[in-house]
């Protein structure tokens, strides 16, 4: 695979969620899932995470956000180790999933400060 958006994505895709992360995604993909981790990294990453109308810090908040919404936890903690990789700072953070509680439900904002929780622990803050 070797089409400019192809790499763009993947730079970006390191950038954000790290070499280890992508690495080990890549050595998973199958035959079956292959072709699904090159459209993801094609338009997600080299599309949409490298337009020039907002900046990573607003796109990670906004996934942040997205993620608490439709309850995708296992996402929601990647992405906010990610967000802290590229320099979200913890009150921002808190402040997505307070917001979070009233547009998406308290119960799925109790879930996300549970996440955070253990990703900031984890990260010693």
């Given at each position: 695979m070797s089409d400019e958006r192809y790499e763009r994505g993947m730079r970006v895709r390191r950038e954000v969620?790290?070499?280890?992360?992508v690495d080990a995604a890549t050595a998973r993909a199958s035959d079956l899932t292959r072709e699904f981790q090159e459209l993801l990294t094609r338009y997600a990453w080299g599309e949409i995470w490298t337009r020039p109308?907002?900046?990573?810090?607003?796109r990670s908040l906004i996934t942040l956000s997205?993620?608490?919404a439709l309850g995708r936890e296992r996402e929601l903690e990647l992405h906010?180790?990610?967000?802290r990789r590229i320099g979200v700072e913890w009150d921002d953070?808190?402040?997505?999933l307070l917001q979070s509680a009233v547009y998406c439900g308290v119960p799925a904002a109790n879930s996300a400060f549970a996440i955070a929780?253990?990703?900031?622990d984890a990260e010693g803050s």
């Open positions: 969620h790290g070499d280890e992360h109308g907002l900046d990573r810090r607003t997205t993620l608490v906010l180790r990610s967000a953070i808190k402040e997505v929780q253990a990703v900031q």
